[in-house]
Every structure is written in C-alpha cells, then in structure tokens.
C-alpha cells in the first residue's frame, strides 16, 4: 500500500517562499513519476511540476523560474521549493505519484499567499 504525506503549506506573504515535501511509503518502483498539482477554489486541479525517475522534470508555465521540484531518493521523498510567490499560488496542493501505473494522491496541503 503506497501512502503519500505532505507537508510544508502555510501562509506567507507576497514575494516569499514555502517548501513542501512528499514522502512516500509503501513499495516504490525504480521507474516512476511524482507530481505537484493544485486547486483553488472554484477551479480545476492543474500540474504545477512533475519529476521522473531519470531527473527530467516539468513545470506548468505559470510557475516557471520560481518554483524547483527536486527528488530525495534515499528518502523517497520529492520536494518543492516555491519563491517569489504571488496571490495566484493559493491553494490546496497535493502530492501525485505514478507507481506501477497506478496514480496516487495526497491528501493536500493549503498554500495561503496573503498580505
């Protein structure tokens, strides 16, 4: 049974930084993708970055140059650095991973970018 837990939301204020984390439980396969995506209210769900298992990584073009996805493999865990926030990165955001092609989630974590 894989489990997927983050953390690392709060609230910060216009310009600064968070850093969430996913960490990954269960039987992890060498080959896989994880994932941030996000949802604020009233809107869908949308890929913020993915990494896979070869390093390669993806970003939607909303966050590029602010946000870094990166990968602990000893800690099965992948992280991701936001800078320069803005009001439009509030929201929940939830940890995705692709194991033996099954998609997981998390159960979310809430991102505030308030003054």
């Known amino acids: 049974q894989v489990q997927l837990v983050e953390s690392g939301g709060g609230l910060v204020q216009p310009g600064g930084s968070l850093r969430l984390s996913c960490s990954a439980s269960g039987s992890i396969p060498s080959i896989y993708a994880m994932g941030w995506y996000r949802q604020a209210p009233g809107k869908q769900r949308e890929l913020v970055a993915v990494i896979i298992s070869t390093g390669s990584t993806n970003y939607a073009d909303s966050v590029k140059g602010r946000f870094t996805i990166s990968r602990d493999n000893a800690k099965n865990t992948v992280y991701l650095q936001m800078n320069s926030l803005k009001l439009e990165d509030t929201a929940v955001y939830y940890c995705?991973?692709?194991?033996?092609?099954?998609?997981?989630w998390g159960q979310g974590t809430q991102v505030t970018v308030s003054s």
């Open positions: 995705n991973a692709i194991f033996y092609g099954r998609t997981y």
